[in-house]
């Protein structure tokens, strides 16, 4: 669409505005830009602050293409780990849910790389579910508090609940990086006082969920892994904390003892 000049001065320009991928960024803004015009918006956008992706309209994750529109939280490489882990968990024909699933990308890994049988996302913002929607099929896709959000046919029957909860501490939410403060929403960051709030109420409902012998994942930080996975421990998961120092995944892997669940 430019030529090197122009594609130079865009580097420049990102550079300039503290972006430390500025030659892969204005790679892809001028992938994506359909007129000189249009990457002119676009380039504002980013030295403004905005998200790459949410400017682009989508993120890559694991080598698929998520949409993310405005206001919706942005898929992190590190999340990928935790995907792994649920794609893994998941056996051939499994029901695997995708907790405060944001755009869906950790439900998308799923359906694309396991043999699972049926997979729910869910999240309380409407954006984000809306979102969501587009990225996977919109009936598998609901509004709604935590577990709350689910159809009541699941109860008991699912094999996976994979969770990528907000876990910044109220405290620590001004000191993020604008993009994410300014643009995205504060209930996909803001985990609480220690941020765990939102990932103790995953842990203690996922037992009137999980069928016998399921799996619940949650993505936390290396300080906070040890004191989630206690609390896997107290609701009755065999849990273990697991990492990859590589992307700077964390997160515990619990599993439901073989007895009944509580509602």
């Not at 220690?194 to 969920?209: I, K, N």
Request: one cysteine or more; aromatic letters at 4%; hydrophobic letters at 50%.
């Amino acid at each position: 669409m430019a030529g090197p000049a122009s594609f130079d001065r865009t580097v420049e320009t990102l550079r300039a505005a503290g972006c430390v991928f500025a030659e892969d960024e204005a790679a892809l803004l001028h992938a994506e830009a359909a007129s000189a015009d249009a990457l002119a918006r676009m380039l504002a956008r980013r030295v403004a602050g905005d998200p790459l992706e949410q400017i682009v309209g989508w993120a890559e994750f694991r080598g698929l293409r998520v949409v993310v529109e405005p206001g919706v939280f942005v898929p992190r490489r590190r999340t990928g780990f935790l995907a792994g882990l649920a794609v893994a968990a998941a056996r051939e024909g499994a029901v695997v849910v995708d907790m405060c699933c944001g755009a869906g990308a950790v439900a998308m890994a799923v359906r694309a790389e396991s043999k699972a049988g049926e997979v729910h996302a869910a999240d309380v913002d409407a954006a984000a579910v809306a979102c969501a929607r587009r990225n996977l099929p919109p009936g598998r896709v609901h509004l709604g508090d935590l577990f709350a959000a689910l159809p009541a046919r699941l109860r008991g029957r699912v094999d996976v609940v994979v969770a990528n909860a907000p876990y910044v501490p109220t405290g620590a939410v001004a000191a993020m990086p604008p993009e994410a403060r300014l643009h995205e929403p504060l209930v996909a960051l803001d985990g609480g006082g220690d941020g765990l709030d939102v990932a103790r109420r995953v842990v203690a409902g996922a037992r009137g969920w999980l069928a016998p012998g399921g799996v619940l994942l949650v993505e936390t930080s290396v300080g906070q892994a040890p004191a989630l996975r206690e609390w896997f421990v107290r609701n009755g998961f065999a849990a273990a904390v697991e990492v990859d120092e590589e992307i700077g995944g964390t997160a515990v892997r619990g599993v439901l003892d073989a007895g009944p669940g509580c509602a």
